[in-house]
């Protein structure tokens, strides 16, 4: 266990030097059996020092509550955003299905007509040989026949 000085950080040593075993005299400081004598702190300074370093933690307390109080607001801004954000995302879920259901529809209308296309050619021709070819400008494929007739879109 060190004494409160020490704990403290203060030497409370006369004149500060080390004292050396059989040494009379350090710096003017009186060795009595080799051992020096502290000067005694009194209450009163020790009472300051410690004002003083509450002082201090109450300012950097303070400061401390200041930056928890800043970083409150900056959450709830965060969570009005992330809310709104939610909201955003259900509305843009909710024209996503939408949108599903539109291109749903759309391909059934377009093996729709593809089934007519194909009994109208079995019916005209038969069983014949069929070549589609996809023409990226239009999105849209054009058919050759094996009779050598060719419909584009």
Same mark, same amino acid.
């Given at each position: ?22 040494? !009379? ?12 004598? !502290? ?12 004002? *003083?370093?509450?002082? /201090? ?5 303070? /400061?401390?509550?200041?930056? =928890?109080?800043?970083? $409150?607001? @900056? *959450?709830?801004?965060?969570? *009005?955003? *992330? ?9 843009? $879920?909710?024209? =996503?299905? /939408?949108? $599903?259901? @539109? ?12 089934? @007519? ?14 070549? =589609?070819?996809?023409?990226?400008? !239009? $999105? ?8 050598? /007739?060719?419909?584009?879109?």
């Amino acid at each position: 266990m060190l004494p409160c000085y020490m704990l403290l950080g203060l030497t409370a040593f006369w004149g500060g030097g080390v004292v050396g075993a059989g040494r !009379k005299k350090v710096g003017g400081n009186k060795i009595k059996g080799g051992v020096m004598k !502290k000067k005694a702190l009194g209450l009163g300074f020790i009472w300051k020092i410690r004002l *003083r370093l509450y002082a /201090e933690g109450n300012r950097l307390r303070a /400061e401390g509550n200041r930056l =928890w109080a800043e970083g $409150d607001r @900056l *959450r709830a801004e965060g969570n *009005r955003l *992330r809310a709104e954000g939610n909201k955003r995302r259900a509305e843009g $879920d909710k024209l =996503w299905a /939408e949108g $599903d259901k @539109l291109y749903a529809e759309g391909s059934k209308l377009r093996a729709e007509g593809n089934r @007519l296309w194909a009994e109208a050619i079995l019916e005209t021709y038969g069983n014949i040989k069929l070549q =589609w070819e996809y023409i990226e400008k !239009k $999105d849209d494929s054009k058919c050759t026949l094996e009779t050598g /007739e060719v419909f584009e879109p």
